[in-house]
Structures are given as C-alpha cells and as structure tokens.
C-alpha cells in the first residue's frame, strides 16, 4: 500500500474491490459548460473512474445526484473505459434500495467513525473555501430573464412576442431569441398565442441546465418531526434576526396549491455564510424526522420572495424552477404548479 493511502482510503478501495495503487482524489471538478461541479470522491484505476457521493444517510437525493452528475460529465479523458458510481454513508434509507438497483449505483456503508474521518478529509471547511455559486450563460432557459419569458406564457399565454416584450420589460429583440430557442427546442408553440408545447420536456431541460444540489451548502439533521415544525421555528427565529431567507422547493411549492407535501426535507435559502452558522444549532447526531437542506442562491430571491403565516417563500417563478431543478424527485411537484397557474397575482 502507498504511504499516501490513508486509513480511510484503504476501508473504500478493499471495500470496492480497487488496487492499493489506485489515484485518490478528493473534491473531484466536473466541467459542465461554463460550471464546475464537485464530486465528494474520486478514484482512478487503471481504466476505470470511480465517483462516490458521501452522505450520512444515502436517500434518493443522494442517489440522483451522483447518478445525475455521471450523465453531466463531457468527454473523458482517452483513459477511462469505465464508470463506477458509488454512494457511501452511515446507512441507507429501505425505500432507496431499489432504485439504486435501477440506476446500477453501488452502495457503500461506512463505519460511524469513519465516515466523520471521510466527511472531514472529503470536504473543505467554508471558511477556507467559501462557496461560489454556478455561472449561468445569460442565453439558458434558466437565465433570469428568460426564466421570466417561460413563466409569462405559463400565466398568461401572450399573443405575440411584441406583447410578450412589453409584459415582462425584456427586450423585444432578447425576447424574440429566447422564444426562438425555446421553439427549436419543441417547448412552445404558437397557436392563438405563445403557449408550452411540452411540460415534460420545459421542466427535463431546467434539471438539466440547472439542477438545484449545483447550489446546495450542507444538510443539518435537526430534531423536528416534521419539515412544517422545522419551517415554523427556524423562520420565527430568522425573522427576529433580521436574517435575509426564503424557502423553497417542496417546502415552498405547498403555499403555491401543490398537493405534494415532504416532510422529511426542509429546504431554505440563505444568502449571508455569516448567518448559516446559527442554522447549525438545530443540528442534532442522530437522523431522525426533518432534516434542513441549505442552499446558497445565484441569484436575488430575497426581493420577489412571499411571506405566508410569516413564513418567507420564494415566489412562484422561482419556486418552479427550483422544483425542476431537483431533477426527478420535484418534477411531480413542478407539473403539479404549471397545472394550476393562473392570471392572479403570485
């Protein structure tokens, strides 16, 4: 064995079945256009990659991720004949077996102990890396300009582009490329107006182009039974701070009529680093109820975002794209959204 390996490396690579003299490589970058993606693990052997997303409890988050990310990754170097996908953690949630099946993900469960030395060696401290969110190319669907044209024709169904340009203060020109693209692209139509052509397909390219865990910071295990009790007392708390939050996704999507509730996640935007570090006090050892899922936004959802009951949300718009932005796990819950979009106000 190497000097370098380390205890850690050694338990994966006789566990996975890799030669001691494999290549270890932590915060592994993927290159997706103009973003650069981190996989928690990565091990050259030979001809073979191996990519392993390292989470306490693995679930289908975890899962989709790592699946998602191997679908992300461009060419590889002329080396790799091979792909492994791997998902290593504390212990793996019983509805997920299956679905790791599907996908040919291989499961890895850690020893407590050793998964806080992997988790350490894994991962930077933030203040050592402070986080620095995906550039979007300003032409994307998910770009916040023509995210605003998508959810314009959802609502309101304009007559023309010209009609369009004048609604959403967008350009007439940028707006007539952005509808172009998205026709191109078999997402809209125009008959009797700008309409969506293909839900399925709008909601495939946004978890594609934009896929929510790109802006995901930590998930703090926290006491709560429930998602609902874990949004009621962290925005009680974040309101008497003064504290610039919104939440968003399935947590969001339920003030919107969606009829799909999750109460095993709580999803929550948080601007400020300085602040995140109080959301840490609801952090407890053992996984059980809801857990908080912090996420750092590209972009000003502070602004638009909604307060219900004093809950502060992000605003429809955005709750659609984060939902789809979740890939498969929020796709339900985004169709569920489009189906009761109207001309009211959101």
């Known amino acids: 064995m190497s000097p370098e390996v380390t205890a850690e490396d050694q338990f994966m690579l006789e566990k996975l079945g890799i030669a001691h003299d494999a290549q270890v490589m932590r915060g592994y970058p993927i290159r997706v256009g103009d973003r650069e993606l981190l996989v928690d693990i990565a091990i050259k052997s030979g001809d073979t990659l191996t990519l392993i997303e390292v989470k306490s409890r693995i679930n289908e988050d975890a899962i989709y991720r790592i699946y998602a990310l191997s679908h992300l990754i461009g060419d590889h170097p002329k080396e790799i004949k091979r792909l492994r996908l791997v998902c290593a953690g504390k212990s793996l949630k019983y509805s997920s077996q299956e679905l790791t099946d599907k996908l040919g993900i291989e499961i890895l469960v850690l020893p407590p102990k050793l998964y806080h030395s992997i988790v350490l060696t894994a991962t930077t401290p933030e203040e050592i890396s402070p986080y620095v969110p995906f550039k979007l190319s300003p032409s994307g669907i998910t770009s916040e300009k023509a995210w605003k044209i998508v959810c314009t024709i959802l609502a309101d169904k304009p007559l023309n582009i010209l009609a369009l340009s004048r609604q959403t203060g967008i350009s007439y020109g940028w707006t007539n490329t952005i509808i172009h693209k998205l026709e191109n692209s078999e997402i809209i139509r125009r008959e009797y107006g700008l309409m969506i052509k ?17 802006f995901h910071i930590e998930t703090i295990n926290t006491g709560f039974k429930t998602a609902t009790d874990c949004m009621n007392e962290v925005a009680l708390n974040l309101n008497k701070r003064g504290v610039d939050y919104a939440f968003t996704a399935h947590s969001s999507a339920l003030y919107y009529g969606s009829s799909i509730v999750r109460d095993d996640f709580a999803y929550i935007y948080i601007p400020d680093a300085s602040e995140r570090s109080f959301l840490r006090t609801y952090s407890v050892d053992k996984t059980s109820g809801s857990a908080l899922k912090i996420y750092v936004p590209d972009r000003d959802v502070i602004k638009s975002s909604k307060i219900f009951n004093g809950i502060r949300v992000v605003d429809y718009c955005q709750n659609l794209l984060d939902l789809a932005g979740l890939g498969i796990d929020g796709r339900t819950s985004a169709k569920d959204l489009v189906n009761k979009i109207g001309r009211k106000e959101r």
């Open 198 to 214: 293909d839900v399925d397909r709008l909601l495939n390219v946004v978890s594609w182009e934009r896929p929510l865990e790109g």
